[in-house]
């Protein structure tokens, strides 16, 4: 996290459930890259509250992330670092695809609400 101070990102310890909704309310993606070296929270329950906020998800296909959301957002294959360049096209994709991010919209939050 060293390496990126000063770079337009800001790391959190432990926040708040409304720190988390005020944070997406605000967000137009969610990049989540998803490189686990250890296990990990395989459901992605914060992919699932970005697509109740209407947040574009721009992920990693690792763990189970392609079967469980990889219909409904922007995806690269795993590993991350041998897909770094798509998933930042994918990312730069997502903030500028206005008519496939609407439609997505509809599919996420309909989801989300179920």
């Known amino acids: 996290m060293r390496r990126l101070e000063g770079k337009c990102l800001v790391c959190h310890e432990s926040v708040s459930r409304e720190r988390i909704r005020d944070e997406m309310s605000t967000s137009s993606v969610l990049a989540y890259p ?3 070296v250890r296990y990990t929270e395989t459901f992605g329950v914060t992919v ?4 109740a906020s209407g947040v574009i998800p721009v992920l990693c296909t690792a763990d ?3 079967e469980l ?4 957002s922007y995806t690269v294959p795993a590993p991350y670092p041998e897909h770094k360049d798509e ?3 994918q990312t730069i994709m997502a903030l500028r695809d206005d ?3 609407q439609r997505l919209f509809n599919v996420r939050t309909d989801y989300a609400k179920r």
Not at 48 to 51: Q, S, T
Not at 69 to 72: I, K, S
Request: charged share 20%; proline share 5%.
């Open 99 to 101: 008519a496939e991010s």
């Open 34 to 36: 998803l490189d686990p």
């Open 64 to 66: 189970c992330f392609g």
């Open 69 to 72: 959301w990889g219909e409904m």
């Open 87 to 89: 998933f930042l096209n």
């Open 48 to 51: 699932l509250e970005a697509f």
